[in-house]
């Protein structure tokens, strides 16, 4: 395969988008990983779903990120919302954590503590309580060309970003049809970008000059 036959490939995953998502948490965040997979059940009828991100924090929650790369912002935003109701819709004993345990090269002390408490909580509430749910939506969107211009030139941005987030949070809180939103605590992010390709493609020449070293 060569790179523009590899570009095909990834630019419809969302590899990229839980790097990015795994960059935001650790920086931001000061977020742990904690393990390499986790999965939440909603019932034994249904098959199990998968997050893109399994981090901890100091203050004792756990983050279950979910990731969309879409060329659509609104588009982005509605497939996030749809996750979010998949991975929680059902609130009854049967309930359950499936915890992958693959190896991390990077241990979290914590992370058999965390395991347990998972697997003995037997109720919806008890894992509402401490999860963050990080929605982090990249898409594409004039609105990050105009901002780079305005930086460039020295223009203030903050009115344009408010203005821009604000609107995109009232999507978001407008179409939310998740039940569970008075005890689930979400944090939208969101990152639009120029061009998704040349994201992407600039990506994979970066991994491939690393695989070469």
Known sequence: YGLTDILKIYSTKGIFSELILHFLLRSIHNTMPLISKIYFKDSFAHEAHGFDSVHVSDDNKLWLGETKFYNDSKRGIKALIEDLNAHFKHDYLKDQFLIINRALSHKNPEREGWVEKLQNATRLEEKLEM???????????????????????????????????SAMQKYFNDNNTFVHQDRLQTLLILLPVECKKRIVTEMLKRICNMQGI
Do not use: K, M, Q
């Not at 004039?142 to 203005?163: C, M, R």
């Open 131 to 165: 999860i963050v749910v990080p929605l982090l939506c990249i898409y594409e969107d004039s609105f990050a060309t105009t901002v780079i211009d305005a930086i460039n030139t020295g223009t203030n941005t903050d009115v344009l970003v408010l203005e821009h987030i």
